[in-house]
């Protein structure tokens, strides 16, 4: 099997089941998106495609090899990853943060090549962040720190993208820019994401987790239903269908009793 996958993969933590049994694979260039509410255990099972988590049972896989044979470095030449959160104490320009992805490329303690630069640069001008490069990352907004870290994964070069919330922080503009060129990049993408117009929007295929099981997997249309929605999220919501994806319009609480 080519590509990332996961077979079966379960991730305890403290005796608590945090991923429970999740398999998941995705076609080379396709968008999975990753649903759920808080605590679904998205972010754990971005983790352990990275390498970054091992699971308690199951594997993770990378062209048919468990990532623990690869190792940390191979994995991380062909595997991006874009947390929730990123922090550092190190006084750093926007320009190194976005260098860092070159480092699973390069030996230890050579300069950069030119190909590491061109790379950075090309990734600050895709993100927008060319006028930036030499400002402090303390300095940044929580959207502009974000795109930083989408940055750093291009330069990186990935065939794989994995995704942790990456539209938090962003206005509505730089949310659809941002996933405008996810979407254009040759790349398989893991996402996850709260906004179920968006998932709607970009993802070719869903999967929906719940207290860590994939409970719907499938295109947009045919997992966005209101049954679905009312019973993962505990919300009413109507959905249309524009060419191509539905539309979620959610009903306030207060109108969910009232006729029409």
Not at 38 to 60: D, E, H, I, Q, W
Not at 147 to 175: F, K, M, S, V, W
């Amino acid at each position: 099997m080519t590509g990332l996958a996961a077979d079966r993969v379960t991730r305890r933590l403290d005796g608590r089941v945090i991923v429970d049994g999740v398999t998941l694979t995705a076609d080379a260039g396709e968008t999975v998106g990753l649903l759920g509410p808080n605590g679904s255990g998205k972010s754990t099972l971005l983790r352990m495609l990275a390498g970054v988590l091992a699971p308690s049972t199951g594997v993770v896989t990378l062209d048919g090899r468990p990532l623990p044979e690869l190792g940390r470095r191979a994995t991380a030449r062909r595997v991006a990853t874009v947390e929730q959160h990123t922090h550092t104490l190190t006084e750093l320009t926007v320009r190194d943060v976005v260098a860092l992805g070159r480092i699973p490329h390069r030996r230890a303690w050579t300069p950069a090549s030119p190909t590491d630069a061109r790379a950075v640069t090309d990734a600050l001008e895709r993100t927008g962040l060319t006028d930036l490069a030499a400002q402090s990352w303390h300095t940044l907004s929580g959207g502009e720190r974000q795109r930083a870290q989408i940055a750093r994964a291009l330069a990186q070069q990935p065939r794989e993208l994995l995704l942790d919330e990456p539209t938090n922080h962003l206005d509505i503009q730089h949310q659809l820019d941002l996933l405008d060129l996810i979407a254009e990049l040759p790349v398989t993408t893991v996402i996850a994401l709260h906004d179920l117009n968006l998932a709607a929007m970009y993802c070719d295929r869903l999967l929906v987790l719940r207290a860590g099981r994939v409970i719907a997997e499938g295109t947009p249309a045919d997992v966005l239903t209101p049954a679905l929605i009312a019973d993962v999220y505990g919300v009413r919501a109507e959905v249309s269908h524009d060419p191509g994806h539905p539309v979620i319009r959610f009903v306030r609480r207060a109108a969910v009793g009232e006729p029409g």
